[in-house]
């Protein structure tokens, strides 16, 4: 056997390894779903997550950014600005990763909620990505130890409520919430820096 062919084998083999590998995640994944959304525990609170769920359309957020606007001072205002136009990127990149990877949402069987999405498109959530985005901005701009629990323990339970409402899989919340703090801890420092050099 040649070494051309030796190589060629070998590559073969480490694509099957990570396919079958790809596989396990993915039906991994579509178990937890059915498993989350079925804990019994879970349906007393049946109200709260599709209010949250709502929340998270971006209510909630515009709700805060009013607040700060309205009652806030000039740095209140600065950081409302700066998380604007960091959201906006980061839901950008959203979009893109959405026509990227084109993994289709679960199906809802007999599930409450809603019977329309923006798009079919399930990884990441959306949802997750603005929470996690905003939450990490909110940390960093007031890193009062309660403010800070406040915004997580929210934009986890908006994250949470997708899964159970069944309109993501646990692996596109995962994403979406990594992808919105990693996104903001990198461009939030460079809009304010942009901001600031602009004399707002």
């Known amino acids: 056997m040649s070494v051309m062919a030796a190589m060629t084998d ?7 390894r ?4 790809a596989e396990w995640v993915l039906q991994w994944d579509e178990a937890a779903l ?23 359309d971006g209510y909630v957020w515009g709700l805060l950014a009013l607040s700060l606007i309205l009652f806030g001072g000039n740095a209140d205002r600065l950081n409302v600005l700066v998380t604007m136009g960091v959201l906006t990127v980061v839901m950008s990149i959203v979009r893109l990763f959405k026509l990227l990877f084109s993994r289709p949402r ?9 019977e329309w999405y923006v798009d079919t498109f399930g990884f990441p959530s959306g949802h997750s ?5 905003v939450a990490y901005a909110m940390a ?4 009062h130890p309660l403010i800070v629990a ?12 997708r899964i ?23 461009l939030l420092p460079l809009f304010g820096k942009i901001l600031h050099q602009a004399r707002w």
């Open 10 to 16: 070998r590559f073969a083999g480490l694509l099957e």
């Open 18 to 21: 990570v396919d079958r590998g």
């Open 34 to 56: 059915d498993w989350f959304s079925r804990l019994s525990g879970l349906r007393r609170l049946e109200g709260t997550w599709v209010a949250l769920t709502y929340l998270g």
């Open 106 to 114: 679960p199906v809802l069987e007999g599930r409450p909620g809603r």
């Open 129 to 133: 990505t603005a929470a996690f985005s």
């Open 140 to 143: 960093s701009f007031y890193p």
């Open 150 to 161: 406040a915004v997580y323990v929210l934009a986890a339970g908006i994250g949470l409520s």
């Open 164 to 186: 159970y409402l069944r309109d993501h899989y646990p692996l596109d919340v995962l994403g979406g919430a990594l992808l919105g703090s990693l996104s903001t801890h990198i």
